[in-house]
């Protein structure tokens, strides 16, 4: 029965590819609007939107005697709400010139089917954040109407691989992906998160290569929290594989990446190595300074003195520009980097990978198309070293990086002839222990004065410190005295922040001294005074705390940027004449196993009375970046736990 199942469904998607093969963008117009039934209007209406259609189109095509690419963006959207009508009565063109755009059409259908049609001479210019954009716009809509839009335009530049994503922040009734060759062009695919495999088929008639690929009912991927919804839209990646008219060799692979990377930052100019020898004079690199400082004043020397800008011009990766104008992209740095650690003999290998955010590291995909992120290794010190993370330092890895997937290249020499050995391996993340949130503070009631106050310290390390130590230097002092109070004030409205006082706050000290934020903190609010009792929320001095809400069924796993710790000291000093012996319900542990012993994320909160003090100690952790859809609930007992400390209170009773 499955087999037959599986033969209908293939019966279906021929069916719906050979239909596909009389697409001419020359001759492309708008298609029939799909229709909904009553469940799916009504399914569709409570989410406020939904593409009826949308369909991308790469047609390589042979005009004015050379290839072209020739682009078609096509999307159909229904609109039920007020938010969804603002997004879509207007529509924009890419960046680009006026003679590139081949066609250009908007039509409005409004609830009761009137149509409002524009084309390309409709078309404005609007400055919108600094930039010129040209967009299509209706002037008169509103809610249960339709807007479809398509655009055709020539791109200058011969795309030889790509990323194409199917929106996934809205649902999707249907949507189509086609990629049209000469006859002698092949490219190679993989499709993720639900689309169909790429059927390729040459119409020799045609002298032409159709591919092509499609989903029907995508759901729209809700922004769960710790989630990476972009990473779970159906995606398609492809890469020029072949060119007949040449030879039957396999081109745009991974060697050829690390080939083309070795060429570009490791065979210097006599010039470039001249103006580097020169250049490295001036980096105060001692002889007997272990490996680690090394790197480190390498690191800070380049990032005090070079700027990175991300932008593909022979400027910015040409060493005499660069040393002369203090400016330099990816490329150029790590030319730079690459020239310094051999100079020092410093043992590195380059690493080549891509934002966990986006997209998985897929590591059988022969192509760049994973390659978007440059890392330096360090085998003796297992480290890592981002070239244009210019707020980042050794030893801390980016953390959109951690856990995925990389190409490691090595730096091998056969004979005379050096190059990169290639090799699959994971990027891994930090210990738990390296990023942490720790406050210790201690509290003592004023009888008189009916408030709560005492000696505040908050330190960071690692992930957490990093954004304030690469920036607090360079800080107006209305801003670092916003961001002390946000963090010394413990997210409540009523503490007041006095006597504040800051250590390692430089970017010197990123991953070597923690951030210490120190402070009187005093409350007029929050203690609870009665006839014989003082109530204090005790709760408040871990921090804030967020709580997960899952109303509907959890679609996304977790996924988390890195591992961490929270810990929490907090001793309140018990007032003359009264005494307190009820907090044992605060004794507190949560973990994401039945076992203890192999938890990877725990709360636990330990309350103990030392002589006139209660003493409240508080200890989180995470220690795994992915839990699976099925395991969220684990993963959401230990968030909670610590979310619902925060309402957990102390009762002090006149003896």
Known sequence: MKR???????????????AQYDVDLKMYDFKEIPNLSEKEDARYKNEGVVALYYNRILDYRYENDKIELWECYHITVKVYS????????????????DEDIIECKGRYIDKDGIVTQLSKNDLVEREEDEKKKKILVFQTVDTNGIFDYFYIVRKTNIIENGTYYIPGFISVKKAEFM???????????????????????????????????????SPKITSETVAFPDAHEPRIEFVLAYNYSRNGMRINTINNVKDNLYSNIAMLEKAEISALKKYASNIPVEKNMSELEKIRTIENYLKKEIQYVSINNS???????????????????????????????????LVLTTNKTLKTFDKHFNGSNFMHEILFYFPNLDMYLSPDYMGLRVGLTPSIMTGQDGLFLETITVGKVTSFLPSFNKIAALPVEM?????????????????????????????????????????????????????????????????????????????IKPFVMNAVVTDYYLPEFKENEIIIPVGVFIGRQSEFKQENQRLLPVERKFKSHYYRCIKIEIPQGYDCNDFQYLNIEVFDTEQAENANAMFRSQVRKEGNHIIITCFEYYNQLYYPVESYKSYQSVVNAAAAFNKCKLNFYKK
Do not use: W
């Open 4 to 18: 037959i199942s599986l033969l209908i469904s293939i019966f279906f998607f021929l069916s719906t590819l050979v």
């Open 82 to 97: 007020s938010e969804a009508l603002a997004d879509y009565h207007k529509f924009y063109l890419p960046t680009i010139k």
């Open 179 to 217: 990629v049209i060759l000469p006859e002698y062009l092949k490219a190679e695919f993989s499709v993720y998160n639900g689309l169909l495999p790429v059927v390729d088929t040459l119409i020799e008639s045609r002298k032409k290569r159709y591919a092509y690929t499609y989903v029907e009912n």
């Open 315 to 349: 400027q910015f990766y040409d060493i005499t520009s660069i040393l002369n104008n203090k400016y330099a992209n990816t490329i150029g740095l790590t030319k730079i980097y690459y020239y310094l650690f051999n100079r020092y003999k410093i043992n590195h290998t």
């Open 435 to 511: 990023s942490g949130d720790s406050i210790d503070v201690y509290l003592k009631l004023n009888m008189e004065k009916k408030n709560i106050s005492g000696n505040l310290t908050r330190i960071l390390t690692g992930y957490y410190a990093v954004g304030l130590q690469s920036n607090f230097d360079d800080m107006e002092k209305e801003d670092k005295d916003e961001i002390i109070d946000h963090y010394l004030s413990l997210g409540t409205e009523s503490i007041n922040v006095d006597e504040v006082n800051v250590k390692n706050a430089s970017i010197e000290d990123i991953l």
